[in-house]
């Protein structure tokens, strides 16, 4: 299993005590308040939107925070000044990091950053430092007990690049710009989806020792706690060592 799969199954076994938190709503908000701003309020039309209101739903968000959050984004109601940033930075041992931010307050969300990558041993880096390390594909992930073989087959047929058992969930890959065909072929195919979205994977992952994997570790779980990150991207090769010193 890769890097990515294992932080990826880390972050579902954190989920249900995630979801308790105020400030899950408030992540969901700006996505839903961005994709609105920029593709309109019409969630048939603006596959982002609908792809925002379907995680927020999803997390019991409230129908009427939901309709806000769209107002807010059209402009129909004030407080939709949130803005879209990215950063690259280095954990120990110049492990490479893509985070990716939802913000209405800039000098919150860089500060939030700096100070987690400085408590860690790590730095931010200029943009396009680490970037080139990265792709930006699609990942979309089932939530019912479906047949592995019959997705497999399914996700294929609509253009996914792989599909994968990580740790009992179905994930499936795709290229960036086949995102949206697979994932409405699968909708259509009846599957009951939970993650949809791009995500940045890197090209090659590269493994350090357990305490220096461990410190990144660590940085990823504060940076994935902060209000305004949205995700977190590394190429750090997750060790099944590492994996039991972390859940230690």
């Known amino acids: 299993m890769s890097g990515h799969s294992k932080w990826s199954t880390i972050k579902r076994k954190k989920g249900a005590e995630d979801a308790k938190r105020a400030k899950i709503f408030t992540r969901l908000g700006r996505d839903i308040m961005v994709a609105a701003r920029e593709g309109g309020s019409d969630e048939n039309a603006n596959p982002r939107l609908k792809l925002a209101i379907a995680k927020a739903r999803a997390a019991n968000m409230p129908k009427d925070n939901i309709e806000r959050a769209i107002k807010k984004g059209t402009g129909e109601i004030a407080g939709g000044e949130v803005v879209e940033m990215l950063y690259e930075g280095y954990g120990p041992e110049g492990v490479a990091y893509i985070v990716e931010i939802l913000t209405d307050n800039k000098n919150r969300a860089l500060a939030e950053v700096k100070h987690a990558f400085s408590k860690h041993e790590g730095s931010l880096a200029t943009n396009g430092a680490v970037m080139w390390q990265f792709d930006q594909k699609g990942y979309i992930t089932l939530k019912s007990l479906a047949d592995f073989d019959t997705v497999f087959m399914d996700a294929a047929d609509a253009g996914a690049e ?17 995102f949206a065909i697979v994932e409405q072929a699968l909708t259509e195919a009846g ?29 990823m779980e504060q940076l994935e706690e902060a209000d305004d990150v949205q995700t977190v991207s590394s190429n750090l090769n997750i060790t099944d060592e590492a994996l039991a010193a972390f859940g230690s």
Do not use: M
């Not at 969930?169 to 290229?175: E, W």
């Not at 090209?203 to 220096?212: A, I, L, M, R, Y």
């Open 162 to 178: 792989d599909v994968v058992d990580e740790d009992g969930i179905i994930a499936v890959y795709t290229a960036r710009d086949d």
């Open 191 to 219: 599957y009951e989806l939970e993650d949809r979205e791009l995500r940045w994977f890197p090209q090659n992952e590269v493994q350090v020792p357990t305490g220096k994997a461990l410190q990144n570790l660590r940085l």
